[in-house]
């Protein structure tokens, strides 16, 4: 036969297995065996050697590292809730990726549904320094000049209802104006803003 | 969370671990089947069997309904208790079977009711046949979901679609065993489904319920 015809059954059980070797299987449903029947030492070692197989396959489709131990916890936890469900006659492997999966799909599920994907940790958020930055400082400079340039009864308007924050019943008030002439005059200000920006 | 995290974890996991038996699917599921045709059995003799019982039997259409829904109740009820395993990915091909033996029980209802038409829904409507159904399904679907518990799915709602399948086909074959109406337009909408409907919202559930 020809040499590279030649393929060694390591390579196929290889192919199947991308978490592993037979070898490790074995070792590892052994493992499970004895832990079934209370052997603590055993599913200590278990339990350490397949974290980092369930963090590679965490890791990735979750969209941020950070988040990866989390569900590693996750997954061990329920691997020690599910222990018993384990056949012995079966492969541990696709058992364990199973719940892997499983897990990892709840928790994007929840991650996406509390909109975690939009949240930002407090120390990552990026404030541009307005009087250290020049194009900050420019842009900011520009919109200042622009308010200035508008007529005397729309920059009175745009400044309390938009930089002041009041609201548009208060700012009739102050400027005796009507409380629909208020929203006109703010419409047309920022047109005319619109204008001069663009 | 760090590495040191999940070493305490694990630490901890170690010296919860108590030793564990497997419980092996087929096992409860033979145990849910033998508690269930047992308990609609019973259910059947208690309430009393249908009047003309030894004419239907001799009805090869009859029989035919009734091995149909045992079929699919046996079926489906071994695909419930594999699914509430992890690694069920290995049955997904004996989906099909369950599924199959639905659709020809459907084709053949909907054939027999385009000629023997709805019958009188109206009268019958909430008639005793709704206690009788309730009967012989509220049991049978308490036990599927305590044995199922027992289990860790991955697939909740697939698994809670196969309990309500085999709940409602052993709880047909029980109204059928002692409803005389053999009208299927009444018999399908009266006995059988407003429990799928039932189990259906209750599928949706399913994720809670089974949740582990």
Not at chain 1, 110 to 127: F, M
Not at chain 2, 64 to 79: D, Q
Request: net charge neutral; glycine share 4%; aromatic share 10%.
């Amino acid at each position: 036969m020809e040499p590279s015809l030649l393929i060694s059954n390591a390579s196929l059980y290889d192919r199947r297995m991308p978490y592993g070797n037979e070898k490790q299987e074995k070792r590892w449903q052994a493992l499970v065996v004895k832990a079934q029947s209370g052997d603590a030492a055993s599913y200590q070692i278990l339990l350490t050697e397949i974290v980092p197989v369930i963090r590679r396959v965490v890791l990735r489709s979750l969209p941020s590292p950070d988040i990866t131990d989390d569900v590693v916890q996750e997954v061990l936890l329920s691997v020690h809730k599910a222990l018993h469900t384990y056949d012995s006659e079966r492969p541990f492997t696709p058992w364990l990726l199973a719940i892997v999966n499983f897990r990892k799909t709840d928790f994007l599920r929840q991650h996406y549904a509390s909109r975690g994907n939009r949240q930002v940790p407090l120390e990552s958020v990026e404030i541009p320094d307005y009087l250290s930055n020049s194009d900050a400082s420019s842009t900011f400079r520009d919109i200042e000049n622009a308010i200035g340039e508008l007529p005397e009864k729309q920059k009175e308007v745009v400044e309390l209802l938009k930089i002041e924050g009041y609201s548009t019943k208060e700012v009739s008030e102050k400027t005796g104006l009507s409380e629909s002439a208020v929203k006109v005059t703010m419409h047309r200000a920022l047109q005319k803003l619109k204008e001069k920006l663009a | 969370m760090s590495t040191e995290e999940i070493d305490q974890t694990i630490q901890k996991l170690c010296g919860n671990l108590k030793p564990v038996c497997c419980t092996n699917p087929l096992r409860r599921a033979l145990l849910w089947i033998l508690l269930v045709v047992t308990y609609t059995s019973a259910v059947a003799m208690t309430i009393g069997l249908r009047e003309n019982i030894v004419e239907a039997m001799n009805r090869g259409d009859y029989i035919f309904e009734l091995l149909l829904a045992f079929g699919t109740g046996i079926t489906a009820s071994l695909m419930t208790f594999w699914l509430s395993t992890p690694d069920c990915e290995r049955y997904k091909g004996f989906f099909a079977v369950p599924l199959t033996l639905l659709s020809v029980q459907l084709v053949w209802m909907f054939d027999r009711l385009f000629f023997e038409g709805m019958g009188s829904i109206r009268e019958n409507w909430l008639s005793h046949c709704w206690i009788n159904t309730a009967l012989h399904t509220t049991l049978p679907a308490i036990a599927v979901i305590i044995l199922v518990r027992k289990g860790a799915t991955v697939m909740p709602c697939a698994l809670a679609s196969f309990a309500v399948l085999a709940v409602s086909e052993f709880g047909w074959i029980g109204m059928r065993l002692v409803c005389p109406n053999d009208n299927v337009g009444e018999a399908y909408f009266l006995n059988f489904l407003p429990y799928v409907v039932i189990g259906i919202f209750a599928g949706f559930a399913a994720k809670k319920l089974f949740r582990w």
